[in-house]
């Protein structure tokens, strides 16, 4: 017949689940920061295969930046500094230019001649494409760029930028 062992929990042990058990609770219910720059209305495509100001798009590793002229005036990214569309492979992202650690100001990150970090001109944080727009090491910003959607439709060409 096998013996069956039975282990008595040490008092320090429930001590610990006890104490613990509260301060986990209270890190999964604390509120979300918000981002510092705000949600603003963005909805509008650009077609990949058709315009030639967005051909470079279709290689890995790129980036464009998508200004109001590029539609007549309409408003692209917060206070109209635009949206940085990048090619990561397989998927793109969108970014708005404006520097998150400089808000409210409205600083605009001017891309860097790789295509793959943007910089701000003014608290010289750099912000790395491929990695979602994450501030790179050394960056005095703790916030990424803010995104928004991005789907590619590969039969029409078409990439819709929207929140």
């Not at 058990?21 to 058709?50: A, G, M």
């Not at 001109?121 to 760029?145: N, T």
Request: charged share 15%.
């Amino acid at each position: 017949m096998p013996r069956i062992i039975y282990m008595k929990q040490s008092n320090l042990h429930i001590f610990l689940i006890i104490t613990f058990i509260p301060f986990i609770i209270s890190l999964s219910c604390r509120p979300e920061e918000k981002h510092p720059v705000p949600d603003i209305y963005v909805n509008f495509n650009i077609n990949l295969q058709t315009d030639p100001e967005y051909y470079i798009l279709r290689t890995q590793g790129t980036s464009v930046v998508v200004t109001s002229s590029a539609f007549g005036g309409l408003n692209i990214g917060y206070d109209n500094n635009g949206i940085i569309v990048y090619n990561a492979g397989g998927e793109y992202y969108a970014f708005d230019r404006t520097c998150p650690f400089d808000f409210p100001e409205s600083v605009t990150i001017e891309v860097d001649g790789t295509g793959s970090t943007g910089t701000c001109p003014r608290c010289s944080s750099i912000y790395v494409f491929p990695a979602m727009g994450l501030p790179a090491d050394g960056s005095v910003s703790d916030w990424p760029l803010k995104t928004y959607n991005a789907f590619y439709n590969p039969n029409t060409g078409d990439l819709f930028i929207s929140n």
